[in-house]
């Protein structure tokens, strides 16, 4: 609702914060190239979903990272399959539903899930990394005013998050963990910050360490765990 405003058009009480949703399971949200899914990934959405008492996580496999090259991209069959890998007996689900969105960028993505799932309660979950480019990111200020965002400290990150473009305008957002506990709480822009012990895994190394690792997981057709349906395999 609109805030009030007197006769000469002046504001007399701010508008309300829109609430993000009263009910409907809670999920977070963790975008990537999942180049591979390790460790690092499961155990930090674990303590997310703990941190957040969240009722899931989806691992939103992108089909194409518009900030990464393509060069050294395994198929996005072999990073969903190491993403189911990762993700076993565990609240979390991995997903290509970009693919079948047709998005391109995180702000569409995430527009696209709301309509598409208006009962959910969702959260943004972001490495400290990403927090630290969020300002390159297309509509960064619209995406940050369509759910909570929760950043996961990263080692080595810290520091040039926290001095960001994005962190001077987000960071007067800032809301205590427990607000996002309560449901009729829920409302953003808000800007959570987790912390646990650092976790040093990175894609990157595994990739040095074992450049053929996509080979283990084929690129035989596989069922998203979010859409139910059949992901193709990728063309030899």
Not at 65 to 77: D, E, H, Q, R, V
Not at 136 to 160: F, S, T
Request: with cysteine; charged share 25%.
């Amino acid at each position: 609702m609109a805030g009030s405003r007197d006769r000469a058009g002046t504001a007399l009480t701010a508008p309300r914060k829109r609430p993000i949703r009263k009910s409907g399971p809670a999920t977070g949200l963790l975008g990537g190239s999942f180049n591979p899914a390790h460790g690092g990934h499961r155990r930090i959405t674990l303590f997310a979903i703990r941190a957040l008492a969240l009722d899931e996580a989806w691992w939103l496999v992108s089909p194409g990272n518009p900030l990464k090259p393509a060069a050294g991209m395994a198929s996005l069959p072999a990073r969903l399959g190491s993403a189911r890998r990762q993700a076993r007996r565990a609240r979390m689900r991995p997903t290509a539903i970009e693919r079948e969105l047709g998005t391109r960028y995180t702000v569409d993505t995430l527009r696209a899930l709301l309509r598409r799932y208006p009962n959910r309660r969702f959260v943004w979950l972001m490495g400290a990394d990403n927090l630290a480019q969020l300002h390159r990111w297309k509509d960064w200020r619209q995406l940050c005013r369509l759910m909570p965002i929760a950043v996961i400290a990263r080692p080595g990150y810290d520091g040039a998050a926290f001095a960001s473009p994005a962190m001077a305008w987000l960071g007067k957002f800032r809301k205590p963990l427990t607000s996002l506990r309560g449901p009729e709480r829920w409302s953003a822009p808000a800007l959570v910050t987790l912390r646990f012990d650092p976790d040093t895994r990175s894609a990157t190394a595994i990739r040095q360490a074992d450049p053929d690792w996509a080979r283990r997981f084929g690129n035989r057709p596989s069922r998203d765990a979010v859409t139910y349906h059949t992901i193709p395999g990728a063309a030899e």
